[in-house]
């Protein structure tokens, strides 16, 4: 991964949290995009910003489990709260449509909002593959 240093010095300082704006890291494994994203979460905690940081398969299992449990509605309104959300490793597995469902209304629920920081190391044309339609029409605005 070739780093942009003015970039990243941007990000650092958290500016994109306040316009509430989206990053995506997209490529490939072993370069730095959970590194570079759990860097910038302490940095946005230092702003006073609220964080959540999951690998997205988490993140998918613990809402799963609260629609089980009866905790759907506290967990999924907790997450419009936080500054920024980081949602590592996007697309490593293949997606149920609950899955996709609950991804739909996390990017719902934060648009324009707060900030969600996205890490992928799938190719845009595999995306497809991994999720449907409705959730895809959603994320050009993530980028």
Known sequence: MVVNRSFIADLSACSFVQR?????FRC???VGKT???NALGIEAMKHDFRVISKPTHRLLADLKASRANGSYNCYITSIPLCGLLILDDFGLQTSTPASIQYLYEIICERYETGSILVTSNRAFEEWAEIFNDDLLSYLPWIA
């Open 20 to 24: 509430h704006e989206n990053v995506l």
């Open 35 to 37: 590194h570079l994203s």
């Open 28 to 30: 490939p494994t072993g």
